[in-house]
């Protein structure tokens, strides 16, 4: 089969056949969500993803169906007016459409396709929406710019898509509200799941707004999964299968060690780009090097786009194709932990060898 460079549903992480196999041999699919089996499962999980990306105990991890979802629940549980969203792609105007979607009056913070945000700046409102690593146009955002929301906003919340940058991305957990993602990027699972990390201050305005009379939904809202985490459990019943596998990745990226996982990462990205600078008919979309995304890499292909991802099947390598008006004239190409160096060196060939 060939190596899947598309950034979601990505490659598989190479273990995750087997370990799923195992959760069957192990029962997991048919294992009550209210055992101790099940407890164990989601507390090694939980241990394993506060290890491999150095989540304080000041933030607490609950398990949703996707990032989708959390952008529902965001909205749900800590907005009772107002949210603020820093749009530069796809992924960040979704969230922005979902909080309309909600009546909320959400402010939208809007720059191009291809580029980032200059200086954090102040707003109104009660939850900050920004994406660290916008899949659709290959921008990541400085850390700094994300920290720098906060501290301009000390009253707002501010919550971190990081669906396409973890566990490449090491953030300072305290300096941020909520960090989400889901699986089927970086994480190189089979979709599904996903992760929702919130300190106590998103917890206490959940619970602020519940007891104003405001409606913070149903079986997520924040107290509920926080009763239920609390021992080990979910609210629904949950994707046994997919948190049992989850534990078992991050325990494997744990063995391999995340510091070699984000300096295999970097240096991935450096052949790419670079050879994308040199091409006689390709370039990097993102032209400022503070913005290009080491985990989600956008060649500008122009005309040579169908030639050149056809070229590319035919040597086992399949590419993303351009998000949405991008279509047709851009390639994608995800850098996550399931892409070896040796795979990443033979896609620079190929490049090299296209005319
Ligand atoms: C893929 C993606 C999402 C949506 O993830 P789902 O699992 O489809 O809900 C959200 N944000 C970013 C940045 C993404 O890349």
Known sequence: MNVNFSPGPSQLYFTVEDHTRQAFKLGVPSMSHRSSAFEGIYAQTQENLRALLSIPSSHHIFFASSATEIWERLIQNLVEEKSAHFVNGAFSEKFYKAAVQLNKNAQIIKTSDGDGFNTPEEVDAEVIGVTHNETSTGVSLPKSFIYGLKEKNPKSLLCVDAVSSL?????????????????????????????????????????????????????????????????????????????????????????????????????????????????????????????????????????????????????????????????????????????????????????????
């Open 167 to 355: 566990p490449y991305v090491d953030f300072d957990y305290p300096k941020v509200d909520s960090v989400y993602f889901s699986v089927q990027k970086g994480f190189g699972m089979p979709p599904g799941l996903g992760v929702w990390i919130v300190n106590d201050a998103c917890i206490a305005k959940a619970e602020k707004k519940l007891k104003n009379g405001k409606s913070i939904g149903t079986h997520h809202a924040l107290p509920n999964y926080l009763k239920n985490g609390l021992k080990y459990q979910t609210p629904e019943t949950p994707n046994s299968v997919g948190i049992y596998v989850l534990g078992k990745v991050t325990e494997d990226m744990l063995r391999r060690g995340i510091t070699i996982i984000r300096k295999e990462t970097e240096y991935k990205a450096a052949i790419l780009y670079n050879e994308l600078h040199n091409h006689p008919y390709l370039s990097p979309f993102v032209k400022n090097p503070e913005y290009q995304s080491p985990t989600v890499i956008i060649a500008d292909s122009g005309t040579r786009t169908s030639a050149l991802s056809d070229f590319l099947s035919q040597n086992g390598i399949e590419a993303g194709e351009g998000y949405g008006l991008h279509k047709g004239h851009q390639l994608r190409f995800a850098n996550f932990p399931a892409h070896s160096k040796e795979q990443f060196e033979l896609l620079v060939d190929y490049l090299k060898s296209f005319n």
